[in-house]
């Protein structure tokens, strides 16, 4: 993995420092620091609504400020929610205001966000179930061109459709929790999976074309893999592949992540993990195939949770950092209690780091990173450097500049004071 | 499932008998009896390759006649084989003739013949695998033109293609039994399901127009659904989506059945159910995945199991008899100890007929069938009828005349003596 990981996200390029005049900066010693991660790493960010909107108060507003300032610490990315049935209950009162308001606060900090979901049938509105099919697509589009033109610039990142594999049949499946009828999934059955996923992604791209759109999935088997495929055959421009990980019931584990991206790599697409959760503590048990049908008051976070948690997600992480084709990974809940009352953060719930969260740093801003740096210019104001693919500042005498490692400059970079 | 059978394949038009000067037949008694059904009743019968081709001596050759006689008394389509491995073990020598023979048995007995399977990653030729995945499709490419085209008019229905959903990653599945590197599986992970399935569509099409071109899988997950879509959406034109339901580890019910044949219905495109197997010993166990992967030297036959596999084959037939897509029903052997030497044939190793195949006489060519009856027209000529589709003959005074009841020419029929 170490050696894919050197391959595949790191670059040792010769930096080349010249004065303002032009002339190479020889023999000087030099700082340089990286400032951001071209990968992604993101977290659900959905607790930045009420803290950037007063929804907090005295303690509560502290605990929040505590657990932003420890998601800024580690990630670079976010996901805000876009639940059509929260973000906008009552037709035609979107929350759009709200979320613009958590969007800034991140884009303030260097985080990257993501709209999650534009189309999904769980969570969307109740108010689609008085329409007729063609309406409910016209509706489905008109909330994407309002909310992707709203936000262009401050979210430049959507999950277009949200697991696309069950939507038409979503409403069929047997489980002890009610399968709800819904707006969305009757459009699905009448329109097809392929032509609603076209009309959403021609809708999202016309309001904001230079936006990265995803297709997102908890689904891994073939289907998912032949839906893209169906997907990209019928013109339907996919920028990334969005798989969700959600391990409540155990971690996959080396060897079936590793064939799970077998399956999408052949079509050559970014792929981002979407939504990863390790839990830490207890199991949900295998049968369960709905994992909204496990139903808990309690699901205590565990010392020997913790500690597997920690060591899977260090794993995981490993994983997928070393695979060429992922571009972003996403842990789910930032904090425990969050989706199924589940022990699933990186926090618990007094606000305490887990050794998760630890570990992540440790990578994250640790072994994948440059902490600023001494370096010494030869006398031809070279230096030899090795690191991951980001922005970094590179400091001389006061003076601060920045410049950026991608894969397109490599193997040699200028940087001029 | 009587009024479905009644509304969808079966008619009640007013016959008009008229002589040959073009006045009304008043007030005669004719026969009316059926002589075919539109609705296709078929097996494999790929026991006809050798008895058409001399390859049974003595008692084998008479109780291979045997079976082939129980054949025709209740099917009207029959499958033959087409196994790449088997029908050209040697490149450049297919089994052209001897399957040839077997295709003419068929047709001169009034069967529709379907071949079986066109490309499949299973049996498919050894030879393949030291190509290149280019040399691979013109190899694959050819052999269709050739066997399409040297069958036209005798074969003029295929399975195009076999399983698709697993092809590219057949190799991969972890199973007891070895999973086989195969030419078929490296194409189709080079080029894409639905690129290939496109290619070979084309490629039959061209070599046979008016041909009838099924795509067909054991897999009723979302995955084969949306193959479909995608394939569709991509613009292939398929004819017949082909469901196989090989049942070793227990009858679907009635329940499943017309669940999966929901999923389906949307595509309104007519649907066969290529492959069923019923067994009437005891069951496979449920966790087998690849039902290849159960070899056994004895799966006994039994009473209780063949009264069961009786009981389940009317209910199944009734079932699929009853949808108005479904216009086709291939029960898999037509004898004990086929495939998986399991007891899934009507009729005992000893040539015997089990339960199952007088109960599907029965229904085929009784309760779904008219026999020669008489009826006399009133002064107009008329008869009011009532049949399933197919082709009938009626008689009067030693003149014998056909005539066909299709769903295009209910409700009225004039049959001109």
């Known amino acids: ?51 950037t909107n007063g929804g907090y108060e005295g303690e509560k507003q502290e605990q929040a400020e505590q657990r932003a300032a420890k998601l800024t610490a580690l990630f670079n990315a976010a996901t805000l929610p876009f639940y059509w049935a929260r973000f906008e209950p009552q037709r035609g009162k979107p929350l759009i205001e709200e979320t613009k308001h958590a969007a800034q606060w991140c884009r303030e900090r260097g985080l990257t966000v993501k709209g999650h979901p534009l189309c999904w049938h769980t969570l969307t509105a109740d108010w689609l179930l008085s329409m007729s099919s063609p309406e409910i697509l016209q509706a489905q589009i008109a909330r994407i061109k309002r909310d992707v033109s709203a ?38 059955k009448a329109t097809g999976r392929i032509n609603l996923i076209k009309a959403l992604f021609e809708a999202t791209r016309a309001e904001n074309p230079s936006a990265t759109l995803l297709i997102n999935d908890f689904d891994v088997s073939p289907a998912y893999d032949i839906l893209v495929e169906g997907c990209l055959e019928a013109g339907i421009k996919i920028d990334v592949i969005g798989i969700q990980s959600h391990m409540h019931q155990g971690y996959w584990g080396v060897e079936k992540t590793l064939k799970i991206l077998d399956q999408f790599t052949r079509f050559n697409l970014p792929i981002h993990f979407t939504e990863t959760t390790l839990v830490s503590g207890h199991l949900m048990s295998p049968e369960i195939i709905d994992l909204n049908d496990y139903q808990v008051d309690e699901w205590p976070t565990t010392p020997e949770g913790e500690d597997r948690q920690a060591e899977e997600a260090i794993l995981h992480y490993k994983t997928l950092f070393a695979h060429p084709l992922v571009e972003g990974i996403t842990w789910w809940d930032m904090s425990d209690g969050g989706w199924l009352n589940a022990p699933a953060g990186l926090i618990r719930k007094d606000g ?66």
Not at 5 to 31: F, H, W, Y
Not at 41 to 48: E, I, N, Y
Not at 163 to 187: C, H, W
Not at 397 to 410: H, Y
Request: proline letters at 6%.
């Open 1 to 51: 993995m170490k050696n894919e990981i050197s391959n595949n996200r790191m670059t040792d390029p010769t930096l080349t420092v010249l004065k303002a005049d032009g002339t190479p900066l020889g023999n000087q010693e030099v700082v340089i620091g990286q400032t951001q991660h071209k990968f992604l790493f993101g977290t659900a960010a959905f607790d930045l609504v009420p803290l």
């Open 352 to 417: 305490s780091s887990k050794p998760a969260y630890e570990e992540l740093v440790k990578l994250v801003k640790g072994e994948w990173w440059t902490s600023p740096t001494k370096f010494s210019t030869n006398g031809q104001g070279e230096i030899q450097f090795n690191g991951c693919f980001g922005d970094y500042e590179l400091f001389y005498q006061g003076k601060r500049k920045p410049f950026s490692l991608r894969r397109e400059n490599a193997p040699a970079v200028q940087i001029c004071l």
């Open 151 to 188: 936000f262009r610039g401050l979210i430049d990142m959507w999950d277009v459709i949200n697991e696309a594999v069950i939507m038409p049949i979503f409403d069929q499946r047997s489980s002890p929790v009610d399968k709800y009828d819904n707006g969305i999934t009757r459009l699905c």
